[in-house]
T-cell receptor
Framework: KAGVTQTPRYLIKTRGQQVTLSCSPI?????VSWYQQTPGQGLQFLFEYFSETQRNKGNFPGRFSGRQFSNSRSEMNVSTLELGDSALYLCASSLDGEPRGGYTFGSGTRLTVV | AQSVTQPDIHITVSEGASLELRCNYS??????LFWYVQSPGQGLQLLLKYFSGDTLVQGIKGFEAEFKRSQSSFNLRKPSVHWSDAAEYFC????????????FGTGTRLTIIP
């Protein structure tokens, strides 16, 4: 079965702009989680969606938001971009979000803010 | 709240030598434990996971990990490394019951020398 698809793979944006990233989970999976990876902070949890509802949220400012559609595809949006938002953004697909089922990660979107 | 410590930032081993990457976790209940590997510019690939049962877990690419509750550890091992094992390795702990997310360690970068 197809894996987790994240688009785009690379993105360059200017400070102050906004950006939308997309994640298509494995077919049949209903949970999508988002993580930010930076050299300084490592891998940090952003939020998790299950059946179009946000169930958990990490410690990030309100500029970071997300949503999930009825087909389980998810988008995350970052508004008013800052240089510090430059990172690899990873999404993880899961059957129901529970760790017992495991998480499959996509290849990520590399965001560079200039 | 759960946490993960990977005390070794960088490890160098010779090709063919054995490998052990350390991971210590903190979690109040029985943890869900994972090891992921990340090649440069790529997403995370699951090596193995532990939920319950046998404390020695076998994974892909010849890796194994042992869960030791008394030491709060989940160390990753491989009897003989290959040059292709050079990558960054992340240990993670998962939670459930309303806190469905992964908490990652800071990672261990593995270099293989001929």
């Amino acid at each position: 079965k197809a894996g987790v698809t994240q688009t785009p793979r690379y993105l360059i944006k200017t400070r102050g702009q906004q950006v939308t990233l997309s994640c298509s989970p494995i077919s049949g999976h209903r949970s999508v989680s988002w993580y930010q990876q930076t050299p300084g902070q490592g891998l940090q949890f952003l939020f998790e969606y299950f059946s179009e509802t946000q169930r958990n949220k990490g410690n990030f400012p309100g500029r970071f938001s997300g949503r999930q559609f009825s087909n389980s595809r998810s988008e995350m949006n970052v508004s008013t971009l800052e240089l510090g938002d430059s990172a690899l953004y990873l999404c993880a697909s899961s059957l129901d979000g529970e760790p017992r089922g495991g998480y499959t990660f996509g290849s990520g979107t590399r965001l560079t803010v200039v | 709240a759960q946490s993960v410590t990977q005390p070794d930032i960088h490890i160098t081993v010779s090709e063919g030598a054995s490998l052990e990457l350390r991971c210590n976790y903190s979690y109040g209940a029985t943890p869900y434990l994972f090891w992921y590997v990340q090649s440069p510019g790529q997403g995370l690939q699951l090596l193995l996971k532990y939920f319950s049962g046998d404390t020695l877990v076998q994974g892909i690419k010849g890796f194994e990990a042992e869960f030791k509750r008394s030491q709060s550890s989940f160390n990753l091992r491989k009897p003989s490394v290959h040059w292709s094992d050079a990558a960054e390795y992340f240990c993670a702990v998962g939670a459930d019951f309303g806190n469905e997310k992964l908490t990652f360690g800071t990672g261990t970068r593995l270099t293989i020398i001929p």
